[in-house]
Nanobody, 123 residues
Framework: QVQLVESGGGLVQAGGSLRLSCAAS????????MGWFRQAPGKEREFVAV????????LYTDSVKGRFTISRDNAKNTVYLQMNSLKPDDTAVYYC????????????????WGQGTQVTVSS
């Protein structure tokens, strides 16, 4: 079992930036693809980005392409989400999750989840 702890959320004005971190416990971190998801009030959890175990492959949802960057440091058991040019529509609780199946968009392919970190973007 991998435990995940997200951090870095907060309140930011539109156009601003935040960097989310997700620290993982356990020695198997480097074997997982890592995903970021978000859930706004009253909405379903949606895919944001995913990175392969090696970091060589990334995938983004269309609405964040060119603004968000996912990266990982396997030596530190940490995955990051750099969020630039933030918009009010990006307001949500952001979650990281592990997948031992690959770089998928569906939350069903992810096994371990963090508790989430709130991101609020004001207009």
């Amino acid at each position: 079992q991998v435990q995940l702890v997200e951090s870095g959320g907060g309140l930011v004005q539109a156009g601003g930036s935040l960097r989310l971190s997700c620290a993982a416990s356990g020695r198997t971190f480097s074997s997982y693809a890592m995903g970021w998801f978000r859930q706004a009030p009253g909405k379903e959890r949606e895919f944001v980005a995913v990175i392969s175990w090696s970091g060589s492959y990334t995938l983004y949802t269309d609405s964040v392409k060119g603004r968000f960057t996912i990266s990982r440091d396997n030596a530190k058991n940490t995955v990051y989400l750099q969020m630039n040019s933030l918009k009010p529509d990006d307001t949500a609780v952001y979650y990281c999750a592990t997948s031992d199946r690959g770089t998928y968009r569906s939350p069903d392919e992810y096994k371990n989840w963090g508790q989430g970190t709130q991101v609020t973007v004001s207009s």
